[in-house]
T-cell receptor
């Protein structure tokens, strides 16, 4: 079985400050980890993924995520938040042998000017 | 570069009516997924097709739901008869790889309201 937990329903940050959106996972095999962003009335947009290799993964729009195997975490980060980053963020996991993505419940990010 | 195209974007209909949602995946993608998104349950996988063949339909809530993929460029999700609890946003997604690390690409969804 595989699952994802996003412990925060909402994260608030001031523009220009660093942001972190948390994600922990549980999977039986090697994890394939993804972050997606959803803007109002739009579908999910892929931001970045971890399959193997460097623990720090860089993605779209200046976002990055750090894979931590011992803590089974894959937190999303950005050094300097923009108001336009305000959206719903989803972490997802699947094991290497499967096809189904398990999504977290989502974290609403609000960046204030 | 066209993404996943879903139609209609919005659908409002009365309980008991048949509803058909449509999806055109990205050209060259061999995997197609239908999801449902609600506030209460989040994102749920309904059905997964690979090379136009349904592989896993365990997420389809009940017999009122059916999905087809007659060719590589078109899929439908049908609800008959529809009920108010079917109200949700339905997403279609496609990818090039069913078991590897390729991301799924999502359409903008169909917002379905059953009155």
């Amino acid at each position: 079985a595989q699952s994802v937990a996003q412990p925060e329903d909402q994260v608030n940050v001031a523009e220009g400050n660093p942001l972190t959106v948390k994600c922990t996972y549980s999977v039986s095999g090697n994890p394939y980890l993804f972050w997606y962003v959803q803007y109002p009335n739009r579908g999910l947009q892929f931001l970045l993924k971890y399959i193997t290799g460097d623990n720090l993964v860089k993605g779209s729009y200046g976002f990055e995520a750090e894979f931590n195997k011992s803590q089974t975490s894959f937190h999303l980060k950005k050094p300097s938040a923009l108001v336009s980053d305000s959206a719903l963020y989803f972490c997802a996991v699947r094991d290497g042998s499967g096809y189904a993505l398990n999504f977290g419940k989502g974290t609403s990010l609000l960046v204030t000017p | 570069d066209a993404g996943v195209i879903q139609s209609p974007r919005h659908e409002v209909t009365e309980m008991g009516q048949e509803v058909t949602l449509r999806c055109k995946p990205i050209s060259g993608h061999n995997s197609l997924f239908w999801y449902r998104q609600t506030m209460m349950r989040g994102l749920e996988l309904l059905i997964y097709f690979n090379n136009n063949v349904p592989i896993d339909d365990s997420g389809m809530p009940e017999d009122r739901f059916s999905a087809k993929m007659p060719n590589a460029s078109f899929s439908t999700l049908k609800i008959q008869p529809s009920e108010p609890r079917d109200s949700a946003v339905y997403f279609c997604a496609s990818s090039t790889d069913d078991r590897g690390g390729q991301p799924q690409h999502f359409g903008d969804g169909t917002r379905l309201s059953i009155l």
